[in-house]
Every structure is written in C-alpha cells, then in structure tokens.
C-alpha cells in the first residue's frame, strides 16, 4: 500500500490490490474517508495513518456500491457511512451481495479478515447537492454509467476531485449500466476536471489535470468506438495489455466486469 500527502488536509492510499484508491480528507478538525484499500493488512493500519497526520474521523463516503469500495468499515466499525441515494437504493436492492463478493473474493485467494463486513447505518445523500465537512462544503455529483449507482467528490476549496471508477489512468471503462449513461457522465465530469488539480479515480492513483483530462477523451473515443466497431475498438494507449484486452472482450459481449 502507498500513501500520500497531497496537501496538509488531504492524503491519497494506494491499494497494492487493482490500485483502489482511498482518500482521506480534513477540514477543521473533521475528516472523512472515501472509498477503501481492499487488502486486510491494508485496512488494519488505516487507523493508524489517520492518528499519525492528527485527522479526526467523522465519517465514511463511498462512491458507488461495489464492493472492492465498501471496505472502509471494516477498519472503522462504528462510523457512520455516507452514500448517494441511488448508491443506498442498490444496497437495498441488493441485500448482502457486497457480502458475498468479498467472502468469493477472499475464499479464492486464501483470505481470511478479523471481521465480516457490516455496513451499519447507510445514510442517504442527495445527489447531486453538497456534504458539510468542517468549515467547507463538498459538491457531490451523481454518476453512473460503471455501474447504475454513485457520486463523484468535488472539494473545491482544494481542487480535488474523486470520482470513483472513471478516468482511471490504468482501467479501460467497464460501462455495466450503459454507453450513453457513462458518456453522459463524464461529459459531467470535464467541467470539474477542468477545475481540477489533482483527479482520484477509483483506481490507479492520483492524477494530474492534464492526464485526467486525457484520459476522459481517451475513454470517450474508446465508448465510441466500442459502440460502433465492438470488437474492433481500440484500446487506448498503455491500456492494452492482457487484462484490459479481457475486460474489452467482456464489454463487447455485454457483460462488463466490474
Ligand atoms: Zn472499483
């Protein structure tokens, strides 16, 4: 696992698993953690990592319902966890299926954790609309398009966007819930980035302006062309190996991994 300091108020954790990112933020002497490395070892010193950059925890984001995001109460177990609405209806819709995809997930790789995942008490945010964190106030933005559900993170005062599993720079889009749905999401999502600093996809790390704004061209064409071409489609550059040639096979048959 890597982390790091972004800024005084801000640190980015790096899973070693898929590079699932979690972001920590602070304002005042409140913080909240977006998002969750996967690994237990990983989870177990989170606490830890708070403590030692002297952040107080307030409570748990998550940007959208997949399981591999949900992971934070694991390390925090009494917090409450912050959801976009359309993020808390999947939950319910889907009762224990966060549950089951990690207990599949850790029996194939002989993972054994302290605890099983319990997500308390799942509050509800209107998407889009605006989360308080000590003197500031986050933007949420809805998103959807990976999967049917989520919200992107937008931090204004410190021109910080996280935005769950899109313009990652190593993961070509998985558009579970629709081409158009994703299309739609990122054309929400130039405006930001353009405003951006620093961009945290759901995976592979943080990323600059610049490569965040070419990575959502990259991916608009890639959707294009996946639209038209299927199988023919190009992948987009330094995203054409082995594992991202198989999630492309997947979106071309209609069952986009997550
Ligand atoms: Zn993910």
Request: hydrophobic share 40%; net charge negative.
């Amino acid at each position: 696992m890597r982390a790091i300091a972004l800024h005084e108020d801000v640190i980015v954790v790096e899973s070693a698993l898929w590079r699932t990112t979690c972001t920590i933020l602070r304002s005042g002497d409140e913080g909240f953690v977006i998002d969750s490395p996967v690994l237990p070892e990983e989870l177990e010193i989170l606490p830890a990592v708070l403590e030692q950059s002297g952040f107080r925890l307030s409570g748990l984001l998550a940007t959208h319902a997949d399981w591999d995001h949900l992971l934070a109460r694991l390390a925090f177990p009494g917090a409450a966890l912050g959801v976009a609405e359309t993020t808390a209806a999947r939950l319910r819709a889907e009762p224990g299926a966060a549950q089951r995809e990690l207990r599949e997930f850790d029996e194939r790789f002989y993972i054994s954790r302290p605890a099983p995942l319990s997500l308390g008490s799942v509050e509800a945010l209107a998407v889009p609309g605006y989360c308080g964190l000590g003197e500031n106030e986050l933007e949420l933005h809805p998103t959807g398009g990976h999967t049917v559900d989520g919200m992107a993170v937008w931090a204004p005062w410190l021109s910080l966007l996280v935005c769950g599993d899109y313009l990652s720079p190593v993961e070509i889009p998985t558009p579970a819930a629709g081409i158009d749905l994703y299309l739609d999401t990122l054309t929400r999502l130039e405006p930001l980035v353009a405003e951006a600093s620093h961009v945290v996809p759901g995976h592979g790390g943080v990323i600059e302006r610049e490569k965040a704004r070419k990575v959502l061209y990259e991916d608009r064409a890639y959707l294009e062309d996946l639209r038209r071409d299927g199988e023919g489609a190009s992948l987009p550059a330094g995203r054409r190996d082995s594992e991202q040639r198989r999630r492309h096979a997947e979106n071309v048959a209609g069952r986009p991994g997550r």
